[in-house]
């Protein structure tokens, strides 16, 4: 399964930030989330690759944050990894 990540494209506080921690694939200190919005990088998620349908929830629950995101006016970008990141829309990953 392909890994996801997300850039933030401008800082967010930190209650919106707060439950999308868990799907952050380490330990992530949200006082560090200025410095990497402002170098532009790109946090790995922590999405089900075992089973399809706990990726498929995890897909779910990703999209239900994005969209809460959107409702916010917070700027992202996804993307996925094969040999190097590339941007990607929600529908076309899995």
């Given at each position: 399964?392909k890994k996801v990540?997300i850039?933030f494209l401008?800082?967010i506080?930190?209650e919106?930030?707060?439950?999308f921690?868990?799907?952050?694939?380490?330990?992530?200190d949200?006082?560090?989330?200025?410095?990497?919005?402002?170098?532009?990088k790109?946090?790995?998620?922590?999405?089900?690759d075992?089973d399809?349908?706990?990726?498929?929830?995890?897909?779910?629950?990703?999209?239900?944050?994005l969209?809460?995101f959107?409702k916010?006016?917070?700027k992202?970008e996804?993307?996925?990894?094969e040999?190097?990141?590339r941007?990607?829309d929600?529908k076309?990953?899995?």
């Amino acid at each position: 399964m392909k890994k996801v990540g997300i850039k933030f494209l401008q800082y967010i506080e930190y209650e919106p930030f707060e439950s999308f921690q868990y799907l952050l694939d380490y330990d992530f200190d949200y006082f560090d989330l200025e410095e990497l919005v402002e170098k532009g990088k790109i946090l790995e998620l922590d999405l089900e690759d075992e089973d399809e349908e706990d990726r498929a929830d995890d897909i779910e629950v990703l999209n239900e944050f994005l969209e809460e995101f959107d409702k916010q006016d917070i700027k992202y970008e996804l993307f996925v990894f094969e040999d190097e990141w590339r941007r990607e829309d929600l529908k076309n990953i899995s």
